[in-house]
Each structure stands twice: as C-alpha cells, then as structure tokens.
C-alpha cells in the first residue's frame, strides 16, 4: 500500500476541507491494482516462488491462473479509471504511465545478461517500471486533493526521484540481505539475467574476474550466483549504489523543500526519510 499512502500524502497538500473522501480512495485503489497486477504478471516471467513472504498465485495456482488474474486485476484498474477520472487530463496521464511502465519492464528483458549495459541503461528501465508509478501517486494525489497547479508539477517530480531511489535500494537488498529478510529469493534477479546497478558498478571495474561467470547467462548454477553476489560486494558494488541512491534521495528532499510549507509536507518529509534511510 506505498503508492495508495504516497497518494494520501500529497493530497493532504491540497484543501482538505473540500475533498471527497470516497473519490480519493477509489482513486488510490487504481494505484494499488495497478501495481498488484504488473507483480502478478512478473512473478510469472520470472518464475518466483515468493512474493512478500507469501506463495505466489503462479506458484500456488499456475502460470495460466496468474496470468488471467492478473488481466483481471487490469479490467478492475480500467473500471475504477472511468468511474474517477473520465474526462480529466489524468486519464491520458495513467494511459501514459502504464505505457511507459510495461517499456521499462520490456527495456529490461531487453537487456537480460547483457554485460554491456550500462547505468544509464539501467536507470532508463527502472525509470520507468518503478519510479512512474511513484510519480503518478503523488502526482494525482496532488490533483485530486485540489493543490495548486505548480505543487502537482513538484509532486510528480518528487515521487519520480523517491521511486528510483526506492528500486536501486531495493536491488542493493538483493546483494546485502537474507531470503528471511527480504521473503523472497536473494540474488533472483541476478540468477534471471538482470543486472542491477551493484553488479553494473562492480562489474565496470573488474569485469575480468566477473566474466567467466556471467558469460554462462542462463546456464549460472546456484553456487556460481552466490561466488558473483559475493564478488559484487568485495568490489564495492553496493556501495557506489548507495552512492547513487542517496543522490536521488537528496534530489527527492531538495524538491520537498520547494512545497508549501504545511503540516502535509512536513508528514512527506519524515516518511521520505524513512523509507529512503537504509543502512547496509
């Protein structure tokens, strides 16, 4: 429920003594039924056993279930957007948003095991597979909580620089935690094809100690990922991402400081901190 509560965040930005509460929840349901879908959809590409702790529906039921789950989940977004936002400019913002999200999920199938990518590459991906739903969040909590035209612009900006921070610390967990931290597979991504900016950073720096294992790409047994995920962190994979989160951590708090000072930003600004302050 992160984007539904980045959403409540930033409406509070808005004038609160308008606002009908039934529209802005249903409004934050698209949010959330959007995101739950992709996730279906991405367990079933990749296979995962585990989502949060808990079985997943491709897991549990099958692939042919979770894929028309899934699709499901889609038809009820659709519904709840012609029941909110027919006729509003947000329409097309949330046709765009999702174009832009499955992009990112094809940029980065794009470049599974490519030993070639880049940071650039990569940042382009989680652009828009992570941080566009983010930036929809506060955006339209912005707009439907009734801000002022230029704190909407400010939200969608800073909910951009929150969800790409959020993705690369959550692909620096995938290097630094446990499978009972994180309930879910560690290194699933890496065993999959897709690097994320730990092995990117690590990998630029010494890719010959690297290469005689990732050039087996899907053939990587399990104990081949773990002597990679072990490599990443000797050369300080992890940490020159930490570097490049909190770059966009500060970016997401320099923006915060543009809003309208008011009990609503000052909610943002701590919850910002909360979620964006790891230590690994």
Known sequence: MLRPGLFFLFAGLGDTQHQDEAHLIKVAATLELLHKATLIHDDIIDDSPLRHGEITIQSKYGKDVAVYAGDLLFTVFFELLIETMNGSTLMQRNAAAMKKLLLGELGQMNTRYSRT??????????????????????????HFGKAA???????AQIGENIGIAFQIFDDILDYTSTAG????????????GVYTSPLLFAYAEHPDSFEPLLQKEEKITTSEVKQVGQLVRKYGGTKSAVKLARTYTERASALIAELPVSPARTQIEKITSALLKRKF
């Open 117 to 142: 990518q880049t940071i650039t590459d990569y940042l382009k991906n989680i652009n828009g597979k992570t941080a566009e739903l983010f930036s929809l969040a506060c955006l339209e909590g912005a």
């Open 149 to 155: 035209p230029k704190v909407q612009q400010l939200a």
């Open 181 to 192: 931290t994180l309930k879910k597979p560690v290194l699933e991504d890496l065993a999959e």
